[in-house]
């Protein structure tokens, strides 16, 4: 049985506090678009102090001025592990009696809701020269995936920062979303290449199946296909992957993941990801 590796880490005043090699839990929803990404997390038997630090100092009433963040860390010791969700947190709060959970909620760009700012443009430039301004302002780093050459002639925004991409999705043909810390923009309605391939991924494209980690049935959606597979740390919304499903082979197509769940436990059985994915020629 491969061994699972599940961590969190918070950043406090002092520094990353990282907390592993105890009993985590929890789930992450991930997606391509305006919603934010959001994480439920519980944690047994730390130590008290440790619990009435935390459970203090994350309530938003204790230095709202000071971003509060989270990172979760998951996969398996064998085949690597990584970061599937990094945002704000909005309440940590102590639960039980005998074994005492921290249960934390947290959410992406939360904590830039309450930033206002205006911001313009002096003189035109184009949508990448914008999502890279946007990036900076937000101070993360940006991923283009996108084809557009578009110029913007103008931008003026008034409003808290965190609203500042959805403002950027009104300019151009492309989705703009911020993940895992990261300022991400691809296209709308993009048909990846089909290439040849073998093995566990076809060029960029992950294949999915049942040797790489697909449970059960998958299902088909009104915007493509809803499927589970093996908690993958390398899945991220926006990705393509390849649906290779031998028991409702129908199915089988290109789907870029648009909605993206993850259900851990370091001692339970629920370890895995829940995949909606777009195939846009069923749209069209």
Not at 9 to 17: A, F
Not at 112 to 130: A, D, E, K, L
Not at 178 to 202: R, Y
Not at 230 to 243: H, M
Request: charged share 25%; net charge neutral.
């Amino acid at each position: 049985m491969k061994r699972r590796i599940c961590y969190v880490e918070i950043s406090t005043p002092s520094g990353v506090k990282q907390i592993k090699n105890i009993a985590i839990s929890g789930t992450v929803k991930r997606r391509m678009g305006s919603v934010a990404a959001e994480a439920k997390v519980s944690i047994a038997n730390l130590a008290k102090d440790d619990i009435e630090y935390l459970s203090t100092y994350m309530s938003s009433y204790v230095e709202p001025a000071k971003q509060k963040k989270i990172s979760i860390y998951a996969g398996y010791e064998d085949t690597g592990y990584g970061m599937i969700f990094s945002g704000d947190i909005i309440q940590a709060i102590p639960e039980g009696h005998t074994d005492v959970w921290l249960k934390i909620d947290a959410k992406t760009n939360y904590f830039n809701r309450q930033n206002i700012i205006t911001y313009s443009t002096t003189s035109p430039v184009t949508s990448f020269q914008m999502a890279q301004n946007i990036a900076n302002e937000l101070d993360v780093p940006l991923s283009w995936k996108s084809k557009s050459k578009k110029l913007i002639d103008s931008f003026n925004f008034a409003g808290a920062k965190a609203k500042l991409i959805d403002e950027l999705n009104k300019y151009g043909d492309f989705t703009a979303f911020l993940d895992n810390g990261m300022l991400k923009v691809v296209d709308k309605d993009e048909v990846p290449n089909n290439q040849s391939g073998s093995g566990s991924t076809e060029g960029d494209i992950k294949l999915i199946n049942i040797h790489s980690g697909l449970i059960g049935f998958p299902m088909s959606t009104e915007y493509g296909a809803k499927f589970k597979v093996l908690l993958d740390p390398t899945l991220n919304p926006s990705d393509w992957v390849k649906l290779e499903s031998e028991k409702f082979p129908a199915i089988n197509d290109y789907y870029q993941i648009y909605d993206l769940t993850f259900d851990f436990s370091s001692y339970d059985q629920n370890f895995y990801c829940e995949i909606q994915g777009k195939n846009y020629k069923r749209n069209k």
